[in-house]
């Protein structure tokens, strides 16, 4: 694709996004649908129970749609382009679930952790299934061991990649602004990817997505409007794995997603110490929250996590591509 055709797929994202959203938003309060805050949460945060959540249903509609004729227009409408969408609406279908337990219970649980776990993980062996179909490579590197070809240890791999940064977005989808503009950046280093190893339909589905994610953070930076909810979390999650997999840059994400794995790690090291400590180690986790206890406003927590992921992935663009 020429430069000025890379903007097209993100146009169509960002102008369906910014066209629905406010009418979605409209729908939600009128309907008196709203999120539920946690109570373990910051008592702050209490005065954002009632704003309209699961926005990630138009912006996934919108990258859905854009994907498609984008993909048909430039004659790119390979099976990586519907497996990566399978992915998006699989794991927002679960996230849906979810949030529409909470919205209808009027309270902040959902799916249980197995089912959300199955779902994933049922999700994750259909990828393969198209993976494996396509003959992609399945050898990853390992540190110290080398090349690995073992058939089930990268099965293995894939679902844990797919499930626990799925996981992982939605962890880090906490604070206004905060996961829109992650992925802007995530997405849009591999766009960069895509475009200098020529996989157009793996740029396309970056692209659309960059797209969706600008508009959605037109109304979704603070105060927040709406929220994406773990519907859209979950289906970002989800594909950021999937599309460093079609690229074969597994391990990419350790740094591009450098925040995602901060986050995951803040979460899984506060349970840990507590338990067998009895203290804890952040004032409170995923550790945005541990910034908030100690004063810093969401824009701050925001901008200073954007420009983290941005470094982390220049690195990755100027040392690894």
Same mark, same amino acid.
């Given at each position: 694709?020429?430069?000025?055709?890379?903007?097209?797929?993100?146009?169509?994202?960002?102008?369906?996004?910014?066209?629905?959203?406010?009418?979605?938003?409209?729908?939600?309060?009128?309907?008196?649908?709203?999120?539920?805050?946690?109570?373990?949460?910051?008592?702050?945060?209490?005065?954002?129970?009632?704003?309209?959540?699961?926005?990630?249903?138009?912006?996934?509609?919108?990258?859905?749609?854009?994907?498609?004729?984008?993909?048909?227009?430039?004659?790119?409408?390979?099976?990586?382009?519907?497996?990566?969408?399978?992915?998006?609406?699989?794991? &927002?279908?679960? &996230?849906?679930?979810?949030?529409?337990?909470?919205?209808?219970?009027?309270?902040?649980?959902?799916?249980?952790? #197995?089912?959300?776990?199955?779902?994933?993980?049922?999700?994750?062996?259909?990828?393969?299934?198209?993976?494996?179909?396509?003959?992609?490579?399945?050898?990853?590197?390992?540190?110290?061991?080398?090349?690995?070809?073992?058939?089930?240890?990268?099965?293995?791999?894939?679902?844990? #990649?797919?499930?626990?940064?799925?996981?992982?977005?939605? %962890?880090?989808?906490?604070?206004?602004?905060?996961?829109?503009?992650?992925?802007?950046?995530?997405?849009?280093?591999?766009?960069?990817?895509?475009?200098?190893?020529?996989?157009?339909?793996?740029?396309?589905?970056?692209?659309?997505?960059?797209?969706?994610?600008?508009?959605?953070?037109?109304?979704?930076?603070?105060?927040?409007?709406?929220?994406? &909810?773990? %519907?859209?979390?979950?289906?970002?999650?989800?594909?950021?794995?999937?599309?460093?997999?079609?690229?074969?840059?597994?391990?990419?994400?350790?740094?591009?997603?450098?925040?995602?794995?901060?986050?995951?790690?803040?979460?899984?090291?506060?349970?840990?110490?507590?338990?067998?400590?009895?203290?804890?180690?952040?004032?409170?986790?995923?550790?945005?929250?541990?910034?908030?206890?100690?004063?810093?406003?969401?824009?701050?927590?925001?901008?200073?996590? #954007?420009?983290?992921?941005?470094?982390?992935?220049?690195?990755?663009?100027?040392?690894?591509?």
């Amino acid at each position: 694709m020429q430069l000025a055709q890379m903007l097209i797929p993100m146009v169509s994202a960002f102008a369906i996004t910014i066209m629905f959203m406010p009418l979605f938003i409209g729908y939600m309060r009128y309907k008196k649908e709203g999120q539920v805050i946690r109570e373990e949460g910051p008592s702050w945060h209490e005065k954002k129970s009632g704003t309209p959540t699961m926005g990630g249903l138009v912006f996934i509609a919108a990258m859905i749609i854009s994907a498609i004729w984008v993909s048909i227009w430039q004659h790119q409408l390979t099976l990586s382009v519907w497996i990566s969408l399978f992915i998006l609406v699989l794991y &927002g279908l679960l &996230g849906f679930y979810d949030d529409f337990e909470k919205l209808v219970h009027h309270r902040n649980e959902g799916l249980k952790a #197995w089912q959300k776990l199955a779902g994933q993980i049922l999700g994750a062996v259909i990828f393969l299934i198209a993976y494996f179909h396509e003959g992609f490579d399945h050898t990853l590197w390992i540190p110290v061991i080398g090349n690995v070809s073992a058939t089930w240890f990268y099965v293995v791999f894939v679902i844990f #990649w797919l499930v626990g940064f799925s996981n992982a977005v939605n %962890l880090t989808d906490g604070l206004d602004g905060l996961v829109a503009g992650q992925t802007t950046i995530s997405f849009a280093t591999y766009a960069i990817i895509a475009a200098r190893e020529g996989r157009t339909d793996v740029l396309i589905i970056c692209l659309v997505t960059v797209g969706a994610m600008l508009g959605f953070l037109m109304f979704n930076h603070k105060p927040a409007q709406i929220f994406m &909810g773990d %519907l859209g979390s979950l289906a970002l999650g989800g594909m950021l794995a999937v599309v460093a997999i079609l690229l074969h840059r597994e391990w990419s994400l350790l740094l591009i997603g450098i925040i995602y794995v901060i986050e995951t790690a803040s979460v899984i090291l506060q349970v840990a110490s507590f338990k067998l400590t009895g203290k804890r180690i952040f004032l409170m986790s995923p550790i945005h929250h541990h910034f908030e206890m100690k004063g810093w406003s969401e824009w701050r927590i925001d901008l200073t996590f #954007w420009l983290v992921g941005l470094i982390a992935s220049g690195i990755y663009l100027v040392f690894f591509l």
